[in-house]
């Protein structure tokens, strides 16, 4: 098959025209637009600085539900005994070098309180697998995606109807 070329319209191919390696499209741009479309479709971005942008749609997708995260009694052990403070947004770059693990974990752990379904690995790793990680199709994966959204929308609508009712009452 043959990898699509983007231009400036904001679409892409059909996701089952991907190689077989996931790679579906080339070129494009990062507009907050195309990357919606994209991952609403299952469809993400990865490449080098240097490189044209790649756009990527495996088959197969590794994910790790988050009721399912794996963690070591060494991980456990470490988590009761440390004296490290868990935050959302800050300093990236130090919790990559440092805290891979520990941040996989929390994260899991505060996306199950939200609800979420999945956390998207994308490809497999070893690491990953030895933490839940697994494979699903990408039929299952979209359905998760696909409800997700739909679950968002409607608590969306559902909020802001609320919303409207205490003010209407008022």
Sequence with gaps: MAVYLLDEDICFPPPAGAE????????GDLRPERLLLAYSNGIFPWFNDDEEILWWCPRERFVIFPEEI?????????????SLRVTLNHDFDGVIENCRKLALVCLAQ???RLGFYMIDCQFHTDHLE???????TYEEYIIYVEKGI??????????????SEKKTEA
Excluded at 130 to 136: A, K, L, V, Y
């Design 20 to 27: 077989e390696d996931g790679l579906l499209a080339a070129g």
């Design 130 to 136: 030895s933490m839940g990680g697994r494979f699903i």
């Design 110 to 112: 505060y996306l199950q």
């Design 150 to 163: 739909e679950e968002e929308l409607n608590g969306s609508e559902t909020e802001t109807e609320t919303e």
């Design 70 to 82: 794996r963690i070591s009694k060494s991980l456990k052990k470490f988590m009761r005994k440390t």
